[in-house]
Nanobody, 123 residues
Framework: VQLQASGGGLVQAGGSLRLSCAAS????????IGWFRQAPGKEREFVAS????????LYGDSVKGRFTISRDNAKNTVYLQMNSLKPEDTAVYYC?????????????????WGQGTLVTVSS
């Protein structure tokens, strides 16, 4: 199982970025995919997740209304559209999958993790 996160970068506060998570090595549309983030010195935090069919989206409280998760099973890719970015969104963002078909907020809901992509939001 391989998950490759991409799309991170430097953006000003109020701006937008779209992250992608490309998957290979498993039956992608059998599994939920989640996004987590980790800022320096902080615990890894749940951001968003989506079920196998594209339904059942869940969001962390700090990103509700600003981030949107979606997936394209034909492309084996999950997206995280991030709008109205804030400096506190600065973190390494990881995608994860491979344990179950319905989305979840816990790290234990996922078995495989990508390498992460850095998002930096300047004030």
């Amino acid at each position: 199982v391989q998950l490759q996160a991409s799309g991170g970068g430097l953006v000003q506060a109020g701006g937008s970025l779209r992250l992608s998570c490309a998957a290979s090595g498993f039956i992608f549309d059998d599994y939920a995919i989640g996004w987590f983030r980790q800022a320096p010195g902080k615990e890894r935090e749940f951001v968003a997740s989506i079920g196998w069919s594209g339904g059942g989206a869940l969001y962390g409280d700090s990103v509700k209304g600003r981030f949107t998760i979606s997936r394209d099973n034909a492309k084996n890719t999950v997206y995280l559209q991030m709008n109205s970015l804030k400096p506190e969104d600065t973190a390494v963002y990881y995608c994860a999958g491979g344990r179950r078909s319905y989305s979840g907020k816990s790290r234990d809901d996922y078995t495989s993790w990508g390498q992460g992509t850095l998002v930096t939001v300047s004030s």
